[in-house]
């Protein structure tokens, strides 16, 4: 099992950063695994923001390309979100997610809030 530990969200003005971080209890990237985030806002489905793998890889959501920035740290079990000018639409809960030997875990979430 493992848990994922979301911190960093808040309210924001539109044109501010936030960063993200998400720990998790174990070290996950290595190998084919991935770690990541994800958002939902109210009466939409859950998306995908930026996700890094072992390698260094990333994939982004086209929404937030350009301004949003995913990394990992040398531990290997944790992964940060940067965002940048941030839009009222980024409004949402933001997920951690981590895909270990294909299996997923999720985080419980960290509400981030642009205000116009």
């Known amino acids: 099992q493992v848990q994922l530990v979301e911190s960093g969200g808040g309210l924001v003005q539109a044109g501010g950063s936030l960063r993200l971080s998400c720990e998790a209890s174990?070290?996950?990237?290595?190998?084919?695994?991935?770690m990541g985030w994800y958002r939902q806002a109210p009466g939409k489905q859950r998306e995908l923001v930026a996700v890094?793998?072992?390698?260094?890889?990333?994939n982004y959501g086209d929404s937030v390309k350009g301004r949003f920035t995913i990394s990992g740290d040398s531990a290997r079990n944790t992964v940060h979100l940067q965002m940048n000018s941030l839009e009222p639409e980024d409004t949402a809960v933001y997920y951690c997610k981590a895909e270990l030997f294909r299996t997923t875990y999720w985080g419980q979430g960290t509400q981030v809030t642009v205000s116009s």
């Open positions: 174990r070290t996950i990237m290595f190998r084919d695994n991935s």
């Open positions: 890094i793998n072992n390698g260094g890889s990333t």
